[in-house]
């Protein structure tokens, strides 16, 4: 089976891969670009693990093909913190105690910045509705969606700040 | 062992720093068991059985094996037989040879799922080809999926070999009995006779799954002297390498198991699916072999919780006061022996005060996948009866749900699990927390009612590992024996610093290899912050040992005038100080690196207890249930980082909720599983929940240095009757099955 060039820019860095028509943004991610921060909890778009921001819309990177990535921007876990300095979502993840496995933890870390980009100012219903398609089992949610209140104040606070 | 030392004695013991392995988690860096990749790696693909039970007429292997790029295909004729050996595995223990048979079929399928042959190939593309190309004739055989028709005393036999255990002599049962765990003081059904009010109910449940979000995944490296390396993500890496040796008759030392980060287990990773099975592979081939589990496989063959059939009769005097109780239930184990019989009954009424009590726990084969462990195995099941039935019983009294709690609770000294008497446990206080709490007087909106519920979980501890030991510098290194699920390392590292009074910076925690550490048992049965915790301590005060002797020869003083005080060496008479880092530098001339690895068996645990408060507000036109509002109160012996003991009471809880409201193994008319996916088998998510808040009651361990007692199984005992009971004063009918889903409210609602 003939395999297609995809070139795509992730995380700010241009970069080719070729992958067969089938084969998931999620696989290509992984297996072609060892980006494995992005997680395959189902491959079926229930479980959030593998969120991705492409052009700026939050999707599960297992329901989009590899090849759909041509020419766009994609944003993993691998590229939400600046160098060393943590982004503060991931920060008030750390803070809050708000992963216990961690392994829902990028997938919840890059929806999470997806909202504040869209929301800087969401209310508890909105974080618990906008998360809905990411599932833990460990936490029962309770210190993500603090700890996703608590970036969102800080944001805010930063943005005032500036 | 000495009592714990009071709370406001300690430094960092109760103080919430932030986990060593946490921004490896946020960043996405963080090496799960899917993760892995080894060089030159072949990718496997397994087939399995599409019926819930078959006998295996043939396997054609020909076509695949002609696939381009396949290496290696095996089927059950390539693994060698096993002995019947019982092996130890949290708080319970198993089969191996029906463990063995679980990972690859020989002669029988038992269920929909499970494995029959598998491949390797160079990619998972041409694995995947040719297992769809393996040709297997099956024989149907008669199978059961519910736990009545396997029961009944004619029920066509699944497994012709079984052998009960804990029958009567004589006593004619189901061929698919494993087993009958009867327990019983006095006489259950005089005292029950003379009882002012009675509930007699019976109670119903689907098994559930542990639902982890990381599927099952591992790499295998056979190598051509023998060595067996294995990368998994496991609840214990050194269960996988004794099950693995043992099923492959290889010795336990040419097996080195690298723990990878593991993406939830709660139970259902103490059990080995696919490592023996990329081992084969990968002896035949040569090269590592990679399996990984789709989620729809982790639904049809691993996990899950049993489903139960429950009777329960409960009588008490006109005080409230319980006279006698009988309860017997029946839980499904699925396709070989389970486990949770024993537990259950342990469990069923445990934490009250029962004068005259008949308990029979039985358990029935099933064409379903062998059950696994889930948190506080056995307990919820039949604890869902108790509970209700208690609570029915209070309001035939007139009494409030907590006061009759309180007027049966068990507290330190009365007899608990099995007669023997309790230690420093806190029921009582749960109670007395839960009855004070704003949460319990509150108001209720419209539509809304509230229920309590409380439970018990006994808590393990058992064999762990830990060794401590100083880098040049005087960094303090920990490697353990124990995977971290939860937050384990951030409290192993908080007990090393308290122990050693060196900064919790300082300390550096590894979860080691199985070549690299002791034997320590999985991270499971509420176990490792308590027994892993005490090797860590025990290792580090072994440390300070060494360090004292070692400043001494350094000051030239006797060891006697030695203190060790804030992480110094002191010398008594005169003052003079030697830092762990001074000491550290010079080690190599006191007498070399100053390092301890330290063994342990504690088995001083106490078992566990919570009381839950649960608003729900059902919507009458839907059936719809929304829970509004949660508290969890809960005795933990002391919180090493309480933001982690926060996590468990939560994370329980809400799986509680789930197993109440959501979750369901549902088979279709074939005996497949219909509903292998995070779409159809539901998992709470965050919009279906309110904060859950907790409430802790330290009531500290004198078995464990800091007082430990084990959190993480005991919050998900109550939450199926707290929920079931408020649905229940909601709409004015008792919910006895579950999943309370809104067809069955809208039909209770609805029904004349």
Redesign the interface.
Known sequence: MSRIHVTTTVNGDEREFLCSPGQTLLDALRDELDLTGSKEGCGSGDCGACTVILDGEMVCSCLVLAGEAQGRRVETIEGIAEGSQLHPVQQKFLENAALQCGFCTPGFIVASKALLDKNPNPTETEVRYWLAGNLCRCTGYDKIVRAVMDAAAELRQERTAA | MNAPEPKDAFKVVGT?P??P????????????G??YKAANMLAGAIVRCPHPHARIKSIDTSKAEAVAGVKAVVTGADFPSVEDTIVRMGETSASTVDMAQNVMARDVAYYDGHPVAAVAAISQ?AADEAAALIVVEYEQLPYHIDINESFKLDAPAINPNLKATGLAEGEKVSPNVTTKFPYAKGDADAALAGAAATVTAHYTLKPVH??????HACVVSWKPDGKIDIWCSSQGAFNIRGLTASFLHVDIGSIRVMPL??????GGKNSVYLEPVAALLSKKSGRPVRLLM??SDVFRASGPAPGAEIDVTLGADAQGNLVGAKVEFVYSAGAFRGTDAMPGVMHAICHYKVPDFSLIGWEVLTNMPKHAAYRAPGAPQVNFAVECALNELADKLGIDPIEIRLKNAVGPGDPGMMGAPLGNVGLIECLEAAKAHPHYTAPLGEGQARAVACGSWMNYGGPSTASVSLAEDGSVLVATGSPD???SRASMAIMASETLGVPYEQINVVVADTSSVGFSMVTGGSRTTYATGIAVIDAANAVIDICKQRAAKMLDVDVSTIEWIDGEAVETGNGKRLSLRQIAEKSGATGGPISFEKGVSPLQHLPGYSAQICDVEVDRETGNVSVVRYTVVQDVGRAI?P??V???M??????GIGWALNEAYIYNKDGRLDNA???DYR???????P??DTVMIEKANPGHPYGVKGVGEVPIVPPLAAVATAVGNAIGKRMRDLPISPERVYAALNEG
């Open positions: 919430r932030i986990r392995d946490g921004v490896d988690k946020v960043t996405g860096k963080a090496i799960f899917t993760d593309e542990q639902g982890y979000i990381e599927p980060e593991i993406g939830g287990g709660f789709s989620r699920i939860g937050g980082h933001a982690y926060e996590g468990q939560q994370g329980g809880a809400v799986q996916g995070f779409l998992i709470p998510v965050a919009s279906d929940m904060m859950i």
